[in-house]
């Protein structure tokens, strides 16, 4: 990251007048400290980039402010100055975590040298801490991309051949189909692994901020804008940005979004200076874009300048021999997480999961595993743990299949009773018996508005019989 923020702590009036003129005039924001005890508080409030510090001052001195600076802040760069070049002051200093040190009196070419010195350690370290990052996040990413289907392996082709080049891509799947992850794998792969990657949901961000939040915006640009502010395209300068839900894009500002993609240059809020950026740019949506072009809702040409390379994600249930592979990851990565047992799923269970249809995908697997996780005693999860699953099945979402009442019941009978073998001998069948007769004349009833005869006609039993059942169940009659 470059300088901006620099401390200056001395208690030499003189010296903190021509440190300040001097830095202020290379356009570095500057601020000034009299003694040790200034300079720790200021540190605590504010965050810098590079702190200056006398090494001797009132309080506390410049090697007791160092290491204390270290304690709050241990990547502030800190330069110690002195009057005494002794050998002593030298190792301490350095001993204590200073970057550098120089002596008074000193030319301000020796400034210049320095920051700039700091400059380029600091954008080392920030590169170097960020490939560590990402190469940990490229680790996990490869065990979090989970499917052997057909379908996944064409994805793993294309990612590969993508991957390498700068080209863009778009992204399309429903919600909870692992789009993220698919941007993620891109950049992992790319040239630009060790630059940021810089995620933005279009949808999640009010339309009035959107634009600033991607391009940025000057001091005094709004009501509220303090300072000037980068924007993602400037965050994710030289690596890739993920434009998430980009359907839900205002269409003024897929303008701009075209201009930074046939420009390579954007213009900060407020601002009149075009600023070049060299950005990667996956988009993701789960709208058809197609549809929204032609209801104007989104730009033609915008469209086709980010639908170079299409990735489609399947909805899960198009891939249903993938499900048992996420469910013994999620199992995993849960479990370990909760810091719990090693749990697994029964035979029943698992034919359960595998069979439902997943309107939520992935997402929707994750929690229901997590919350059997959490919920069930037993390191064998059963069809119990996963109550109303197939109910949520046989309500329809316009793409899964309709359970019948039988199979509904078949369900929730096997989930009650998964573990039978240890059930004690009992009038099991007039329990279950009950339980399904007393909704169903309930059910009637209300329908019938109380009328018994017309209840009993439709039940196909006589008025004395349902009366019997009435009392037996202890059904309320309401009074219309």
Request: aromatic share 2%.
């Given at each position: 990251m470059p300088i901006k923020n620099i401390l200056v702590a001395d208690d030499e009036e003189s010296m903190r007048w021509v440190l300040s003129k001097a830095l202020r005039k290379k356009g570095f924001s500057v601020e000034l400290a009299r003694d040790g005890d200034e300079a720790l508080r200021l540190i605590k409030e504010n965050v810098y980039d590079l702190a200056l510090l006398d090494i001797k001052m009132p309080g506390i001195s410049g090697l007791d402010l160092l290491e204390r600076i270290k304690e709050e802040r241990a990547d502030l760069f800190v330069v110690i100055m002195t009057a005494e070049a002794s050998m002593k002051n030298a190792v301490e200093a350095m001993k204590r975590g200073a970057y550098d040190y120089f002596t008074k009196p000193f030319?301000?070419?020796?400034?210049?040298?320095?920051?700039?010195?700091?400059?380029?350690?600091?954008?080392m370290t920030s590169q170097v801490s960020l490939l560590k990052e990402e190469l940990k996040d490229r680790y996990q990413l490869e065990k979090t991309i989970i499917g052997n289907s057909p379908v996944m392996r064409d994805i793993y082709k294309t990612i590969g051949k993508v991957a390498p080049s700068d080209v863009t891509v778009l992204v399309q799947g429903e919600s909870g189909t692992g789009k993220e992850l698919i941007a993620r794998a891109i950049h992992y792969n790319s040239k630009r692994l060790g630059k940021p990657f810089v995620p933005l949901n279009c949808a999640a961000i009010p339309k009035e901020l959107l634009e600033s939040e991607l391009f940025g915006f000057e001091k005094g640009a709004f009501t509220?804008?303090?300072?000037?502010k980068l924007g993602k395209f400037e965050q994710a300068n030289g690596g890739t940005i993920f434009l998430d839900e980009i359907g839900d894009?205002?269409?003024?500002?897929?303008?701009?979004?075209?201009?930074?993609?046939?420009?390579r240059e954007i213009t900060r809020t407020g601002g009149n200076q075009s600023i070049p950026v060299d950005v990667r740019i996956v988009a993701a949506t789960n709208m058809d874009l197609e549809d929204a072009v032609r209801n104007k809702q989104f730009r033609e040409d915008l469209y086709y300048r980010l639908n170079v390379i299409p990735i489609h994600l399947v909805p899960l249930r198009e891939r249903?021999?993938?499900?048992?592979?996420?469910?013994?990851?999620?199992?995993?990565?849960?479990?370990?997480?909760?810091e719990v047992p090693g749990k697994h799923c029964s035979p029943e269970a698992m034919k359960l999961l595998t069979s439902y249809s997943w309107p939520g995908n992935i997402r929707e697997l994750e929690n229901t595993i997590k919350r059997a996780v959490i919920l069930s005693p037993d390191p064998l999860l059963g069809t119990s743990d996963f109550p109303g699953l197939r109910q949520r099945q046989g309500e329809g979402n316009g793409k899964g299949e309709e359970?019948?009442?039988?199979?509904?019941?078949?369900?929730?009978l096997r989930g009650s009773f998964t573990n039978m073998e240890r059930m004690e001998s009992g009038d099991v069948y007039a329990m279950v018996l009950e339980q399904v007769e007393r909704p169903l004349i309930r059910f009637v009833l209300e329908k019938t508005?109380?009328?018994?005869?017309?209840a009993a006609d439709i039940l196909g039993i006589n008025r004395n019989t349902l009366r019997k059942k009435i009392t037996e169940l202890g059904i309320e009659l309401r009074k219309e």
């Open positions: 030319d301000l070419g020796v400034i210049d040298a320095l920051v700039e010195k700091v400059s380029r350690a600091s954008e509220g804008a303090s300072e000037r894009m205002p269409i003024d500002l897929q303008a701009k979004i075209l201009r930074v993609l046939q420009e249903a021999e993938d499900v048992a592979l996420l469910v013994e990851y999620f199992l995993s990565k849960i479990c370990s997480e909760l359970l019948s009442l039988e199979g509904i019941v078949d369900l929730k508005r109380g009328n018994q005869v017309r």
